[in-house]
């Protein structure tokens, strides 16, 4: 599409928006971008690892909640962690925690889960990287 035709569309009060069962009005001034996702789809918790199907996880609002650790989680996010090799979630989380990662995760438990899934020692050496901290290579 070409740019007049996006500014149009992003623009005009009269555009419907089909979602679940329903229709609404735009009546705001940018596109909304509704993403449809089915609900068998596998997705991840990024707080506590727990990998589970999208149905699953309670909504409220825009947010979903996580079964088992009780975090807010956006689709966007979900659906991210999940397709994220262990050098990505590394940096995922070093950027997030400034807004209290490690707030919303149990320590202990979340190491050992990434122990369990044998990425904690790639993952801690990407992030101490990130970090600008030495790391140790052990023979």
């Known amino acids: 599409m070409n740019y007049n035709k996006l500014y149009e569309l992003k623009t005009d009060k009269q555009q419907m928006i089909f979602n679940n069962g329903g229709v609404q009005m735009n009546n705001c001034k940018v596109l909304i971008d509704n993403q449809q996702i089915q609900f068998d789809t596998k997705v991840l918790c990024p707080f506590c690892l727990n990998d589970n199907t999208f149905d699953k996880f309670k909504k409220d609002r825009a947010w979903y909640i996580c079964p ?33 990662f490690f707030k919303k995760v149990d320590f202990e438990q979340w190491t050992n889960k990434m122990y369990e899934m044998g990425i904690s020692f790639k993952f801690w050496k990407e992030y101490k990287r990130l ?9």
């Open 131 to 139: 970090k600008g901290e030495e790391s140790y290579e052990y023979e």
């Open 68 to 100: 088992k650790c009780k975090n807010l989680l956006t689709v966007k996010t979900c659906l991210s962690i999940i397709k994220m090799d262990v050098e990505q979630y590394a940096k995922w989380v070093f950027l997030y925690r400034l807004s209290g």
